[in-house]
């Protein structure tokens, strides 16, 4: 056995961070002593650890955890390219059940994290949008899958770069997402064709949206439709991000400066 | 003989002795009935998850009690002190009553006093909790300062109203709270009247929409389009700029709507 444990001792030996992901307190503890940086990556800073990096989703997906866990380390300078760093997380339970080890370099920046902190819209905002589109993705309307197309932040230029296709549903109105209410009004709104677009504070200033961006050089997946081609348009026309549930598959896709950034399943969140 | 005997003792007691140990028996059983349905009633208002937290709840859950059961408890003996002075009254003792008059007349006032004092601390605590609450997402240590002011102001006003029910003199710490409101009062208007006046242009703004997020509009100088608008100020970006102008000033210089 001790074969076994020198083995996979490898796996921690020499890192320069130990990444734990939503560790419970008495986890944290355990690592007091350990002489290395130690990064905490959870949805709130539970164990009142100095260094912390707030995760805005759950990402059941392991890989986009870690990435945004390690991004948001380089982006505070927690870690520094070239660093080697031990991540501790749950991937079957809620207990650290895995240990991931990783090289960290620029290469890893997919631009997740700048996604939720960098965008222009605020990071609860952006969070808020994708809890909406995550459950309208479980729950579709009255049964049967719906898609729909969110446009976030920079809703100036978004709307002059749109046109109505109905009357707005939302003018004079006043509700932003994340208010009780909305998630049933977008459902029933999501019926109809057209995007949402959402101000950088949250207001979701209007409804059936045409958006009329340029599609050139938009570079996304073929096989996506004409929903995903004009949300990747748009952020690269503007500064908003776009956040697309797709009909077909039931995919939550963010897009940011044309570029596919994020794939969520919501059936597994 | 003996069951004569018993006759005669009871006979000996006058009726109103009588009427008067049954007056205390009712209030026993009044004053028991007045604590359970205080105390059911105060729960079924969401009291107890309401002032959860406070010291005075804490305090009180050391004692192995709960702010609740206490006032149930006062509210129970207040209607027995009434059947007490009740049942003296009915009982006619003379020099008992001439002595009691006096403290009759004062204890529901002391009873009232007394509630004023145990509603206002718990009220206080729980002001400071919630306003606490409010700033924790401002970490700066200055701000814990009003937290503690909000309190002690519920404090001073319901030790003021405490002390008028039992009619000490209080002007002295009237003439202060008035110092305090008016101080409180002018110089908030005075410190917040920018906002204030850009609030309530907000207001109109909002309601009325003249404007909307992605019209392209002129204020004074500053063309551009409209980003974000809330109550008091109105986000405007032109070229690489966006600038945060607050609505008082979409008042004072007018805008013009361009229209494309």
């Given at each position: 056995?001790?074969?076994?444990?020198?083995?996979?001792?490898?796996?921690?030996?020499?890192?320069?961070?130990?990444?734990?992901?939503?560790?419970?307190?008495?986890?944290?503890?355990?690592f007091?002593?350990?002489?290395?940086?130690?990064?905490?990556?959870?949805?709130?800073?539970?164990?009142?650890?100095?260094?912390?990096?707030?995760?805005?989703?759950?990402?059941?997906?392991?890989?986009?955890?870690?990435?945004?866990?390690?991004?948001?380390?380089?982006?505070?300078?927690?870690?520094?390219?070239?660093?080697?760093?031990?991540?501790?997380?749950?991937?079957?339970?809620d207990d650290?059940?895995?240990?991931?080890?990783?090289?960290?370099?620029?290469?890893?920046?997919?631009?997740?994290?700048?996604?939720?902190?960098?965008?222009?819209?605020?990071?609860?905002?952006?969070?808020?949008?994708?809890?909406?589109?995550?459950?309208l993705?479980?729950?579709?309307?009255?049964?049967?899958?719906v898609?729909?197309l969110?446009?976030?932040?920079?809703?100036?230029?978004?709307?002059?770069?749109?046109?109505?296709?109905?009357?707005?549903?939302?003018?004079?109105?006043?509700?932003?997402?994340?208010?009780?209410?909305?998630?049933?009004?977008?459902?029933?709104?999501?019926?109809l064709?057209?995007?949402?677009?959402?101000?950088?504070?949250?207001?979701?200033?209007?409804?059936?949206?045409y958006?009329?961006?340029?599609?050139?050089?938009?570079?996304?997946?073929?096989?996506?439709?004409?929903?995903?081609?004009?949300?990747g348009?748009?952020?690269?026309?503007?500064?908003?991000?776009?956040?697309?549930?797709?009909?077909?598959?039931?995919?939550v896709?963010?897009?940011?400066?044309?570029?596919?950034?994020?794939?969520?399943?919501?059936?597994?969140? | 003989?003996?069951g004569?005997?018993?006759?005669?003792?009871?006979?000996?007691?006058?009726?109103?002795?009588?009427?008067?140990?049954?007056?205390?028996?009712?209030?026993?059983?009044?004053?028991?009935?007045?604590?359970?349905?205080?105390?059911?009633?105060?729960?079924?208002?969401?009291?107890?998850?309401?002032?959860?937290?406070?010291?005075?709840?804490?305090?009180?859950?050391?004692?192995?009690?709960?702010?609740v059961?206490?006032?149930?408890?006062?509210?129970?003996?207040?209607?027995?002190?009434?059947?007490?002075?009740a049942?003296?009254?009915v009982?006619?003792?003379?020099?008992?009553?001439?002595?009691?008059?006096?403290?009759?007349?004062?204890?529901?006032?002391?009873?009232?006093?007394?509630?004023v004092?145990?509603?206002?601390?718990?009220?206080?605590?729980?002001?400071?909790?919630?306003?606490?609450?409010?700033?924790?997402?401002?970490?700066?240590?200055?701000?814990?300062?009003?937290?503690?002011?909000?309190?002690?102001?519920?404090?001073y006003?319901?030790?003021?109203?405490?002390?008028?029910?039992?009619?000490?003199?209080?002007?002295?710490?009237?003439?202060?709270?008035?110092?305090?409101?008016?101080?409180?009062?002018?110089?908030?208007?005075?410190?917040?009247?920018?906002?204030?006046?850009?609030?309530?242009?907000?207001?109109?703004?909002?309601?009325?929409?003249?404007?909307?997020?992605?019209?392209?509009i002129?204020?004074?100088e500053?063309?551009?389009?409209?980003?974000?608008?809330?109550?008091?100020?109105?986000?405007?970006?032109?070229?690489?700029?966006?600038?945060?102008?607050?609505?008082?000033?979409?008042?004072?210089?007018?805008?013009?709507?361009?229209?494309?």
């Open positions: 056995m001790a074969t076994l444990r020198d083995s996979l001792g490898d796996l921690v030996a020499d890192v320069d961070g130990l990444f734990l992901f939503s560790p419970s307190a008495s986890h944290y503890e355990r007091d002593d350990v002489d290395v940086t130690r990064v905490v990556i959870a949805a709130e800073n539970g164990v009142g650890a100095d260094a912390f990096v707030e995760l805005p989703l759950g990402f059941e997906n392991v890989r986009d955890r870690i990435k945004f866990g390690v991004e948001g380390a380089m982006d505070r300078g927690f870690v520094t390219a070239g660093d080697t760093v031990a991540c501790s997380l749950a991937m079957f339970g650290a059940d895995t240990v991931v080890r990783m090289r960290v370099d620029e290469s890893v920046r997919s631009g997740i994290y700048d996604l939720f902190i960098d965008s222009r819209a605020e990071p609860g905002v952006v969070r808020d949008v994708f809890e909406v589109a995550i459950d993705g479980k729950k579709g309307q009255k049964g049967k899958p898609g729909a969110f446009v976030v932040g920079d809703a100036g230029k978004v709307m002059n770069k749109s046109r109505p296709l109905s009357y707005n549903p939302f003018e004079k109105s006043h509700v932003h997402v994340g208010d009780p209410i909305v998630n049933v009004m977008l459902k029933e709104f999501s019926r064709d057209g995007a949402f677009v959402v101000s950088d504070s949250g207001k979701i200033v209007s409804a059936y949206r958006l009329e961006p340029s599609a050139e050089g938009v570079d996304i997946p073929k096989g996506l439709g004409a929903r995903h081609m004009a949300g348009a748009i952020t690269r026309d503007t500064n908003a991000i776009a956040i697309v549930l797709s009909e077909s598959d039931g995919m896709r963010a897009f940011k400066g044309g570029d596919l950034l994020l794939e969520i399943d919501p059936e597994e969140y | 003989m003996q004569g005997s018993v006759r005669a003792a009871l006979s000996t007691v006058p009726l109103r002795f009588w009427l008067a140990l049954g007056t205390l028996v009712l209030g026993v059983l009044l004053g028991w009935l007045v604590r359970v349905i205080t105390r059911r009633f105060l729960r079924r208002a969401g009291v107890p998850g309401a002032i959860e937290g406070t010291t005075f709840e804490r305090t009180a859950r050391e004692f192995g009690t709960s702010t059961a206490i006032l149930g408890a006062i509210a129970g003996y207040f209607v027995f002190g009434i059947a007490v002075f049942a003296i009254a009982a006619e003792i003379e020099y008992v009553a001439q002595f009691w008059n006096a403290v009759a007349g004062f204890l529901p006032q002391l009873f009232l006093a007394v509630i004092l145990i509603v206002g601390v718990v009220l206080g605590d729980k002001v400071e909790l919630v306003v606490s609450e409010r700033f924790r997402g401002v970490k700066l240590p200055q701000v814990n300062v009003l937290p503690l002011v909000a309190k002690y102001s519920v404090f006003l319901a030790a003021l109203i405490a002390l008028g029910q039992v009619g000490v003199a209080t002007a002295a710490l009237i003439v202060l709270l008035a110092a305090y409101v008016f101080a409180l009062v002018f110089l908030g208007g005075l410190a917040f009247r920018q906002l204030l006046s850009a609030g309530a242009v907000g207001a109109y703004l909002l309601l009325h929409q003249p404007y909307t997020i992605g019209d392209e002129r204020i004074g500053v063309r551009g389009i409209v980003q974000e608008m809330d109550l008091f100020v109105t986000h405007v970006e032109a070229e690489d700029e966006e600038y945060v102008l607050p609505n008082d000033k979409v008042f004072a210089d007018g805008f013009a709507r361009v229209r494309t």
